[in-house]
């Protein structure tokens, strides 16, 4: 069986569950990946074929979408022109994980394709909202990358095709401790909007995974890491608690080791505010946005003594058992 598999890389998380997935897929046939967008700051350890700029989200300095450069950094024309050249009449399985390019290209060429991922979740209205639904958020999970069929994956199993999250092996194989420090990963926030506040706390260690940093140094009670996976599931698995975005792979990841979580999702980015509600839901502290006193909501979140909701790991086995004989259609 040939298979195509469209990365979504406008994030981590998407690349981290290709990097998982890779091995299993590779049971069912030849992989050839396709790497749609450019704002990824992990390794892509993956036979990648295809590329294309794609579209990409951008940040603003401090924990926010930057509209007017994601605006900038579409190329209507190439994504149009990458689409028309992607020869997916080729393979027998075209797998997306929310990638507009490859949803254009089936439509050029008049094929199907299986959105298979976190996104395709929220094609069902059962997926946990905000109180305030955004009528663009939803368009966009409805029209940015549609697919007449769909496996996602979530926090719990909301309707009947969404599965449990694509837990990483070194995490399912990882024997947690809790050896007191917090990880830090907040992609979207540059180093100056959260540092104060970590000083604020010279009796907490933190360990700081930043794009910026290119090696791993000390400075008081924060250790700064390059974003670098070996590292990143070190520190996680060892952690007392973790503050992250409103993303979907690290919370899952951290809740499976049974980690506290204090999630802080991007400003205006609906995506991130569902999976706020999802968390929520589960009894997962939210902070909406970072402000003057963030190193009492640190504090307070510490001291909280909520209970830690159980997330299953997805058995990948099954679950791609599952794609391949119900959307395997020979060439």
């Avoid at 996680?236 to 990841?253: K, R, V, W």
């Avoid at 190193?295 to 099954?318: F, G, M, R, S, V």
């Avoid at 058992?321 to 119900?326: E, R, S």
Wanted: with cysteine.
């Amino acid at each position: 069986m040939k298979i195509f598999y469209a990365i979504q890389a406008t994030g981590n998380g998407h690349i981290s569950r290709a990097i998982q997935l890779h091995p299993y897929l590779q049971k069912f046939g030849s992989v050839d990946f396709f790497l749609s967008g450019n704002n990824a700051t992990l390794p892509v350890d993956l036979p990648v074929k295809f590329k294309s700029k794609g579209c990409s989200l951008l940040y603003s300095k401090c924990g926010g979408l930057d509209y007017l450069a994601i605006a900038k950094n579409i190329k209507p024309i190439q994504m149009y022109n990458d689409a028309k050249a992607l020869p997916l009449k080729q393979y027998n399985v075209i797998i997306n994980d929310f990638d507009s390019v490859t949803a254009l290209a089936c439509k050029l060429q008049k094929v199907q394709s299986v959105q298979f991922g976190h996104q395709a979740s929220f094609i069902s209205d059962l997926t946990p909202r905000p109180e305030k639904k955004s009528f663009l958020g939803e368009t966009i999970f409805k029209h940015y990358a549609p697919s007449p069929k769909h496996i996602g994956l979530h926090f719990e199993q909301y309707d009947s095709f969404i599965h449990p999250p694509i837990i990483k092996d070194e995490i399912l194989q990882a024997a947690p401790k809790d050896l007191k420090h917090i990880t830090v990963y907040l992609p979207s926030f540059d180093k100056d909007c959260l540092e104060q506040a970590f000083n604020k706390l010279p009796h907490q260690a933190f360990h700081w995974f930043l794009s910026e940093v290119k090696t791993k140094h000390t400075v008081g009670n924060i250790t700064y890491y390059p974003v670098n996976q070996k590292d990143f599931n070190e520190s996680l698995i060892n952690c007392h608690g973790i503050i992250t975005g409103g993303g979907f792979e690290t919370p899952a990841e951290a809740l499976y080791l049974r980690k506290k979580v204090l999630s802080i999702p991007i400003l205006n980015h609906y995506e991130q505010e569902c999976n706020a509600a999802a968390l929520k839901k589960l009894g997962v502290q939210i902070l909406p946005e970072v402000g003057k006193n963030f190193e009492k909501n640190i504090e307070d979140w510490l001291n909280a003594n909520t209970e830690i909701p159980t997330i299953k790991a997805n058995n990948i086995n099954e679950t791609l058992q599952f794609l391949f004989d119900t959307y395997h259609a020979p060439i």
